[in-house]
């Protein structure tokens, strides 16, 4: 059978990538709460101790920017601008106009806000019909922020990447070749500590004991170091984590980005349905892997294309499949819109650990096919 590794990573809210997608998701909720109608296209960038928002938002109501940012960099764990940023020195500058009218023009009617291409995807590797490195990298990420925030490993700071490698037999994980966990620290923790309480306290707490053996290969903070961090260490922009937001690499990517829009781009309501629609097809058994793509052009409501392709995996022909997807689901950007209930502020739950596999979100849920 065939033997392969594959590699997926995650980060944690902290990384400054997500710092700005947390703020860009942050503003189009408030916009949301007031107005589902809001025309929201937002972007954050972040760099040393200072935030720059631009965009564009047509809405009926008003959003106090500069108080929500500080907020939600306080929320983080940013509070010292020696080390990453801080909540309450920061400089923040705001550009934000209207939508452009060409672009509603096409919007008002029902049609989608841009072209594009889109992917969506499922597999039984995992409960949440995820691909199993991914999975296990999110996890990590995660209770990194628990346990610092917790204090239980109480040095740790917000920024924080997670590496997983998974050894597959034909489409099953066998086991973990290597767990990378870089996380920012303070200055006076020993790095034997650091590592002892990393493996202890996240891995051996997240990681399935069986999936780990005596060749399992663990690093913690390669470089022997981590303390500056955040936007200080590195530049933060709204966007640049598509591919920890989806599958991991384990699926393709249209190149869109999810954060700071509202789901009349199709970029972020198309990527979710077709995730829900794959998400299904494996559920109700007709494959065990299933990937679809779908195409828009800007201003027009049907799509261009679907494409399905199971892999060989599936129960039907993929031509038999995409015949029932367009039998049983309304694909203009109206009809995902409403299918799934997408002119609430539900967009920061999306923003970490994966904008899929969180049975919370309405693309999430499993129906009959």
Same mark, same amino acid.
């Given at each position: 059978?065939?033997?392969?590794?594959?590699? !997926?990573?995650?980060?944690?809210?902290?990384?400054?990538?997500?710092?700005?997608?947390?703020i860009s998701d942050a503003i189009l909720d408030s916009y949301?709460?007031?107005?589902?109608?809001?025309?929201?296209?937002?972007?954050?960038?972040?760099?040393?101790?200072?935030?720059t928002i631009a965009g564009q938002v047509t809405a009926n109501?008003?959003?106090?920017?500069?108080?929500?940012?500080?907020?939600? +960099?306080?929320?983080?764990?940013?509070?010292?601008?020696?080390?990453?940023?801080?909540?309450?020195?920061?400089? +923040?500058?705001?550009? %934000?106009?209207?939508?452009?009218?060409?672009?509603?023009?096409?919007?008002?009617?029902?049609?989608?806000?841009?072209?594009?291409?889109?992917?969506?995807?499922?597999?039984?590797?995992?409960?949440?019909?995820?691909?199993?490195?991914?999975?296990?990298?999110?996890?990590? !990420?995660?209770?990194?922020?628990?346990?610092?925030?917790?204090?239980?490993?109480?040095?740790?700071?917000?920024?924080?990447?997670?590496?997983?490698t998974v050894e597959y037999e034909g489409d099953t994980p *066998?086991?973990?070749?290597? +767990?990378?966990?870089?996380?920012?620290?303070?200055?006076?923790?020993?790095?034997?500590?650091?590592?002892?309480?990393?493996?202890?306290?996240?891995?051996?707490?997240?990681?399935?004991?069986?999936?780990?053996?005596?060749?399992?290969?663990?690093? +913690?903070?390669?470089?022997?170091? =981590?303390?500056?961090?955040?936007?200080?260490?590195?530049?933060?922009?709204?966007?640049?984590?598509?591919?920890?937001?989806?599958?991991?690499?384990?699926?393709?990517?249209?190149?869109?980005?999810?954060?700071?829009?509202?789901?009349?781009?199709?970029?972020? !309501?198309?990527?979710?349905?077709?995730?829900?629609?794959?998400?299904?097809?494996?559920?109700?058994?007709?494959?065990? *892997?299933?990937?679809?793509?779908?195409?828009?052009?800007?201003?027009?409501?049907?799509?261009? !294309?679907?494409? %399905?392709?199971? =892999?060989?995996?599936?129960?039907?022909?993929?031509?038999?499949?995409?015949?029932?997807?367009?039998?049983? =689901?309304?694909?203009?950007?109206?009809?995902?819109?409403?299918?799934?209930?997408?002119?609430?502020?539900?967009?920061?739950?999306?923003?970490?650990?994966?904008?899929?596999?969180?049975?919370?979100?309405?693309?999430?849920?499993?129906? *009959?096919?």
């Amino acid at each position: 059978m065939n033997r392969y590794y594959f590699t !997926s990573e995650s980060v944690t809210e902290g990384h400054p990538d997500k710092l700005c997608d947390t703020i860009s998701d942050a503003i189009l909720d408030s916009y949301l709460a007031q107005d589902k109608n809001a025309r929201v296209a937002v972007e954050t960038f972040a760099s040393g101790n200072e935030i720059t928002i631009a965009g564009q938002v047509t809405a009926n109501g008003e959003v106090d920017v500069e108080k929500l940012v500080r907020e939600k +960099i306080k929320e983080i764990g940013y509070d010292n601008e020696k080390l990453d940023m801080d909540y309450r020195t920061c400089l +923040i500058h705001i550009n %934000i106009t209207k939508q452009s009218p060409d672009i509603a023009m096409g919007v008002d009617v029902g049609g989608a806000g841009d072209q594009g291409i889109m992917f969506g995807y499922a597999c039984s590797d995992t409960e949440e019909l995820m691909p199993f490195a991914i999975s296990m990298a999110h996890k990590l !990420s995660k209770r990194l922020t628990e346990v610092r925030k917790s204090k239980e490993i109480p040095y740790l700071r917000p920024d924080g990447k997670t590496q997983v490698t998974v050894e597959y037999e034909g489409d099953t994980p *066998k086991r973990i070749e290597t +767990i990378l966990i870089s996380t920012q620290h303070n200055a006076d923790v020993e790095q034997e500590d650091l590592k002892k309480d990393i493996i202890e306290k996240v891995i051996k707490k997240v990681i399935p004991e069986n999936m780990l053996d005596e060749n399992t290969k663990i690093y +913690i903070n390669p470089t022997g170091r =981590f303390v500056i961090g955040g936007p200080l260490g590195d530049t933060g922009l709204t966007g640049r984590k598509i591919i920890v937001d989806t599958y991991g690499g384990y699926s393709r990517h249209g190149g869109g980005a999810f954060s700071g829009k509202d789901p009349s781009k199709v970029d972020r !309501s198309a990527a979710y349905m077709l995730r829900h629609i794959a998400k299904n097809l494996v559920a109700n058994g007709y494959c065990k *892997k299933c990937e679809i793509q779908i195409s828009y052009a800007i201003g027009m409501k049907e799509p261009l !294309s679907i494409y %399905i392709n199971t =892999f060989g995996t599936g129960t039907k022909s993929e031509e038999e499949l995409v015949n029932l997807v367009k039998e049983k =689901f309304d694909l203009t950007p109206a009809g995902i819109i409403d299918y799934l209930d997408l002119k609430r502020p539900i967009y920061e739950k999306t923003t970490n650990y994966g904008h899929f596999g969180k049975k919370e979100l309405p693309w999430e849920k499993i129906i *009959k096919m």
